[in-house]
């Protein structure tokens, strides 16, 4: 599920056990909503593509469970809450943590890294579109069961409670969130209790957690059994967000919460379903929701509803926060970001890729109109997400761990291993909806592939056409043509060592020159966030000039004026009302010939005048901020 989810981020002391509980409590609303509301889908994809049509038997109720199973014991158990949650960057995880990690070990190899990561992120968005699709759907499916003449409705409310989630985006999840925790500790309680009430009936089942039942099962069944192997895969979608947001909640809180919770609330729920399809077999249709005696129908599917809805904002947040970190990293271009809360700073707001995000979750469920046909679109994403973070993972136990080849391939080859085997089974699916997720991800890819390269042909020109800095000072310290006004002007540039254009064109065509002049550039470190006592730095070049650093995590939206008033040195002095603040505005224009090829070049220009302006951006206000234009050819 997501890469970095955008919930309130939480600084993490040494734990009290009351806030090391609610830490934990806090991880099981937002961490493992995907996850959690998984049994809602799972058993009966897997077990419907295991039938083929046919009847159901016994061996095939048993060899699923057994690898439903041990899919959650290998790769989330082993391979993310033990292992991979061991790698992270500065407290945080994720595919593009990852990424900015090895950035700093891996300077020849950095390429292929970047690939990865990029990738990785491109599936991310696949994931995040299918998800509230095919979760919502799936919970409102359930009112089939309560009463047929529902059914002509569940597609137009399924709509509009995704119309409703997307709309309400803007003002925030903070008043809510505090809800999502208890509501996912109801949802796993309740799903428990309905598993073993149904276990009681035939314990037979629990011989599942034998493993051959499960190899048994795969050597009998052919193409159906790799079939059902893909949709074995749904189990763990969602298993991605333990690593992504340990920056939010902490290593040990979210293994807590998967132990003692998480884990045997889905193991005992799909236990509960084979139990009942044991007896039933013709209760296939929801195996879920039979579960649950009539009278509770209606209540669970109001709990279900729920359950997505929180699976659904958590993904969406998630999208948010890894569209942030790309933006950051220079992978997509400048979008508006707008914080949702005051107090926490994970609390942010992307209308443009809330709105796109949005019309693709109802274009699916439109397009698909069942929980089932959704289904065969929903593995590629994840699965070519956990293949990338254990190659990445990899990379880190060798450059930053320092473990011997040997080692690193001996531990990370099997969960290799197992990815491959699910990403083989998902890649059946292909013509029945994988599709999707993959043409998502290569077209994001050639999107941040061309945006990364696009920027570096206009900084390689730009520079080029610059002039010295310190030639430049020396050439104007005793000029007489030139005014002096008063008040401070900062010029942002890329380069502190070169002049910045917006200060050759202000000299060139308003012959002035302001009494202090501060050559300002913008970092976006490799690490998620930078302490306040490190975000600045000045040098004074002479009583006119000085240099100034400011210095911002990959997962923070950068205010400079906020940044430059907190600055303390001693010599630096910032008043907002006495300040002008000089942007360069880039007009990109096709080169003929160009560097790169002519869809890339036609792509990367009209995806600069998406990008949002400069002053917008760093949060200049507009009427202090001037911006002087000028023509580059890509």
Known sequence: MSEALSTPHVVLPAHRPSSFLSLSLGSIGVVYGDIGTSPLYALKESLT????????????????????????TIIVTLKYVLLIMRADNHGEGGTLTLMALLQHVMHRRFATISLLGMAGAALFYGDAIITPAISVLSAVEGLKLVEPAFDPYILPLSMAILIGLFVVQSRG??????????????????????????????????????????????????????????????????????????????????????????????????????????????????????????????????????????????????????????????????????????????????PRANWLLLIAVLYLVFAFKSSSALASAYGIAVTGTMMITSIMAYFVMRKCWHWSVATSA??????????????????????????IPLLIGVGLMG???????????????????????????????????????????????????????????????????????????????????????????????????????LRFGYMESPNVPK????????????????????????????????????????LFTNMAKWSDDASLYFRIPTGRAVEVGMQINV
């Open 49 to 72: 593509a295991a039938a083929a049509g046919g009847a159901l038997t016994r061996p095939m109720v048993l060899g699923v469970m057994s690898l439903m199973l041990w899919t959650l």
């Open 173 to 350: 999840t903070a008043a809510v969130a505090a809800w999502f925790g208890p509501i996912m500790l109801l949802w796993f309680g309740v799903i428990a209790f309905g598993g073993i009430m149904n276990l009681a009936s035939d314990l037979t089942v629990l011989s599942a957690v034998n493993p051959i039942y499960g190899i048994d099962f795969l050597l009998h069944h052919g193409r159906a059994g790799l079939v059902a192997l893909g949709a074995v895969f749904l189990t763990v979608t969602g298993a991605e967000a333990l690593y992504a947001d340990m920056g939010h909640f902490g290593r040990k809180p979210i293994r807590l919460a998967w132990f003692v919770v998480v884990f045997p609330a889905l193991a005992l729920c799909y236990l509960g379903q084979g139990a009942l399809l044991l007896d039933h077999p013709e209760k296939l249709e929801n195996p879920f929701f039979f579960l649950f005696p009539e009278w509770a129908l209606l209540p669970m599917v109001g709990l279900a509803t729920a359950a997505t809805i929180i699976a659904s904002q958590a993904v969406i947040s998630g999208a948010y926060s890894l569209t942030q970190q790309a933006i950051q990293l220079g992978l997509l271009p400048r979008m508006d970001i707008r914080r949702t809360s005051e107090t926490e700073k994970g609390q942010i707001y992307i």
């Open 410 to 435: 001996l531990i990370i080859a099997p969960f290799l291993a197992v990815d491959l085997i699910f990403l083989m089974a998902n890649m059946l699916k292909i013509f029945e909806g994988g599709w």
């Open 447 to 549: 999107v941040m592939i061309t945006w990364r390269r696009g920027l570096k042909i206009v900084a390689k020109k730009t520079v080029r056409d610059e002039v010295n800095l310190d030639d430049f000072i020396a050439s104007i310290s005793h000029s007489s043509s030139i005014s002096k006004v008063r008040g401070v002007a900062v010029f942002l540039t890329g380069n502190p060592n070169s002049t910045p254009t917006s200060l050759m064109h202000n000299l060139k065509h308003n012959k002035v020159l302001h009494e202090k002049n501060v050559i300002l550039r913008v970092v976006t470190e490799d690490v998620p966030r930078v302490p306040e006592s490190e975000r600045s730095s000045v040098e004074i070049v002479n009583d006119r000039f000085s240099r100034m650093v």
């Open 563 to 602: 940044a430059m008033a907190a600055c303390t040195t001693r010599d630096f002095a910032f008043d907002i009302m006495s300040t002008s603040f000089f942007l360069s505005r880039r007009v990109i224009r096709p080169a003929v010939p160009s560097e790169m090829p002519r869809w890339q070049s036609l």
